[in-house]
């Protein structure tokens, strides 16, 4: 019988591998984001508007980092946050402990991330845009995110930095969401 | 078809779902005036011309929106969070 004190568990990615996924396309590399602890935070009636993590919460359609935090807004009073490389980590409860009367859901198991870098500036992350969402490329400048669909599947873009975006879908999709993704990358030739 | 988003813009009215007319707001006590409430769940205006709907923001901030549509140019006249629709009648009563 397998000794459960040495026996060692290595979480499967949502693409279903030990290791995350990769692809290049042009200038375009696009990773599987396997550590990224994801909690839902909203606000209750009377709270005031906390910072957790020293994050200024953003208004609508706005994304803001502090460090390996950072928050997407998602609606009225109602915010997504993330948390670099925390995936493995109780995310939700350190969240909580950060937001006293808010109401906190653990979301990192629903969702699957990936990161999309390219090496050219960010002429082919506009390219990519162009062809995954039916967002203004004004509403999706540096620093903004937004909740949208992309192939009638729920998504969530973010443009972290001018070369760099993020696309978050539903964890029981990530596949149907990396074909769109790569293939989507693969035509822009 | 775009519909402009009191907080995000213009957004494409595939990310929506309509639900209908927005005197749905207004849900009258049914223990007051049972007639009233029977109005409310079976009779709608179906004008053809200006009319104000709710519409959802499914695939989007999920927010409730009261959108002035005219029914046969297809043109949208304006856009406002059903919040603030519901609390500016609370307050005018």
Known sequence: ??????????????????????????????????????????????TTQPAPFGLALPGPGAWGQAGRHAA???????????????????????????????????????????EI????????????????????PDRLRPGMGTRTGLEHMSVLVIRRAPDRLALLGLRSAAATLWHALTT?????? | ???????????D???????????????PDGLADPQALTDYVYLRDNPAGVHRELWFHEQGDRSWLVVTRNTLTHEILGAEL?????????GAK
Request: charged share 15%; proline share 4%.
């Open chain 2, 82 to 90: 059903a919040r603030d629709v519901a609390l500016r009648a609370k």
């Open chain 1, 1 to 46: 019988m397998t000794d459960l004190n040495t026996l060692q568990l290595t979480a499967t990615t949502a693409l279903g591998g030990t290791l995350p996924q990769e692809a290049r396309h042009g200038a375009l590399r696009m990773a599987e984001n396997s550590g990224l602890a994801l909690a839902s935070l909203t606000l209750r009636r009377g």
């Open chain 1, 72 to 114: 997407l807004w998602m609606g009225p009073e109602q915010w997504l946050i993330e948390g670099e490389g925390l995936a493995e980590t109780d995310f939700a409860t350190a969240l909580q402990g950060q937001c006293p009367g808010c109401s906190v859901t653990e979301q990192t198991d629903g969702f699957v991330a990936f």
């Open chain 1, 117 to 136: 870098t390219s090496e050219a500036g960010e002429a082919p992350i506009l390219a990519l845009l162009a062809r995954l969402v039916n967002i203004a």
């Open chain 2, 1 to 11: 078809m775009l519909i402009p988003h009191p907080l995000l813009g213009l957004r």
């Open chain 2, 13 to 27: 009215a595939q990310e929506f779902t309509c639900l209908g007319d927005a005197a749905l707001l207004n849900r």
């Open chain 1, 184 to 189: 989507a990358a693969a035509r822009l030739g």
